[in-house]
């Protein structure tokens, strides 16, 4: 018995949210801005969490969920490992795509873009802001290399937290931020009977224009 069977017959309705590209502003980051500040109040959990999707160097598409940290001058921003797996194929590829997803108000955002690291003097401000806890993991762990079993992690951990004791913790050079910079931006609203409204944002010698797409 296959007990998946019934998988094709999971569906519901989005209902009476949506899109009109009359009313939406000719920088979509304005109404990024307007969706978030909506689902900052109604999604239950991890409304900053986006797809970020990469290249590698076989041409295989590679995807993980990291944190939105912040929207600078347009661009967005996040932090990880410069030695992690998503680094080393960035500094191959420098184009990413974002993928937002606020299933309480069945909302999309699709982003593509240039990236590039943030400054260091911003790398260092926002470590300087994260728990002294994540700021230990940051330096313990060699993101996306083997490792025996977790409790190698763990003692590496341990023992950074004897070795600083109540020291400040300086930011490692292998860990900071990236910042996207967006070049193509769609909105997805989902409607009853699917279908559903999409207004695709595209950035042409120096201004952006924007269009609706079927769903």
Known sequence: MNKWKNISD???????????????????VMQFERWFTDVLQTEKSDPTAMVLSTVDDKGYPDSRV?????I????????????SAKARQI?????????FYW????????????????????S???????????QFSAIASAQSTEIANRGELEQTLNQLI??????????????????????????????DNRLHD???YYYQNGVWTHRRLAP
């Open 10 to 28: 999971i569906r519901r309705d989005y209902g009476s949210l949506s899109l009109s590209e009359d009313e939406m502003p000719d920088n979509p």
């Open 72 to 83: 600078d001058a347009g661009n967005f921003v996040f932090y990880t490992n410069y030695q």
């Open 103 to 122: 299933p309480q108000m069945a909302r999309q955002v699709r982003i593509r873009g240039r990236i590039k690291q943030t400054t260091a003097a911003q």
């Open 198 to 200: 999409r207004v695709h």
């Open 91 to 99: 500094s191959q590829n420098p184009y990413v795509a974002l993928n």
């Open 162 to 191: 004897q070795t600083y004791q109540q020291q400040a913790i300086m930011r490692p050079t292998h860990w900071g931020g990236y910042v996207v910079i967006p070049e193509e931006m769609e909105f997805w609203q989902g409607r």
């Open 124 to 134: 260092d401000d926002y470590f300087a802001s994260r728990p002294v806890a994540s």
């Open 66 to 70: 990291v944190l939105l940290k912040g």
